[in-house]
Structure formats: C-alpha cells, structure tokens
C-alpha cells in the first residue's frame, strides 16, 4: 500500500520557521515527483511547489511562495521535507504532501480536476499565531 504520513505541524509564532516531514512507504520516493499543497479553511487547496524525481532535477514553485517555502527530499530516508520561514498568520492552513511519477501531474492537481497525484498525505495543521 502507497502511503505518505506527514508530521512536523503545530503552532508557531509569526516569523518562526517550521519544517514539516513526509514519509513514504510502500513505495520508493526518488522514483516519483514530490509535492507539498495547503489548504485554508474555506478557501481552495493551494499548491506550495513541486521537485521532480531524481532522474531530471526540476523545480516548480508558484510566485506567491517563492523565497518563503522550500522542498526537499532525502531519498535515503524515504522521506520529503517542507522548510517555511518567515510564517505569517495567513499561512495558517493544513499542509498535505503528494507523490506521482509526473512532475506535471503535480504541478496543475490543483486547477485541472484530470490530474490527480497517486499518493497523498492525510494532512498536518499548522497555526501561525501569537
């Protein structure tokens, strides 16, 4: 069974940083493209970027999370990480990490309703707030 279990999330302060982890298992991550979204409540599910698999090295983050959010993965640990600094209380949401073969799949999961990434996590809150 493909699963992804993400951990990291909780409360922060404005302008902390927090690192959430993703772990895979029943399936090899450096073979697949990785992803991280977040939903607000009563808004739409928003991606925060996407890295292609190891074969072809791509990068993929929108304008509005550039400089505050990046994605890494650790292929020896099964595992992808999301690093965000700076929080603001907008970016109170729940953080979902994804998994598919195509870095494409990833990219537009969020505004083309064909394209559904093949693993998702179940989720972790984080609350940005004093």
């Known amino acids: 069974q493909l699963q992804l279990v993400e951990s990291g999330g909780g409360l922060v302060q404005p302008g902390g940083s927090l690192r959430l982890s993703c772990a895979a298992s029943g399936f090899t991550l450096e073979h697949y493209g990785i992803g991280w979204f977040r939903q607000a409540p009563g808004k739409e599910r928003e991606l925060i970027g996407a890295?292609?698999?190891?074969?072809?090295?791509?990068?993929y983050y929108p304008d509005s999370m550039k400089g505050r959010f990046t994605i890494s993965r650790d292929n020896a640990k099964n595992t992808m990480y999301l690093q965000m600094n700076s929080l603001k209380p907008e970016d109170t949401a729940v953080y979902y990490c994804?998994?598919?073969?195509?870095?494409?799949?990833?990219?537009?999961?969020?505004?083309?309703?064909?394209?559904?990434?093949?693993?998702w996590g179940q989720g972790t809150l984080v609350t940005v707030s004093s």
């Open positions: 994804a998994a598919d073969p195509v870095l494409h799949t990833l990219v537009v999961a969020t505004t083309d309703k064909d394209k559904n990434p093949e693993v």
């Open positions: 890295i292609s698999r190891r074969s072809g090295f791509s990068t």
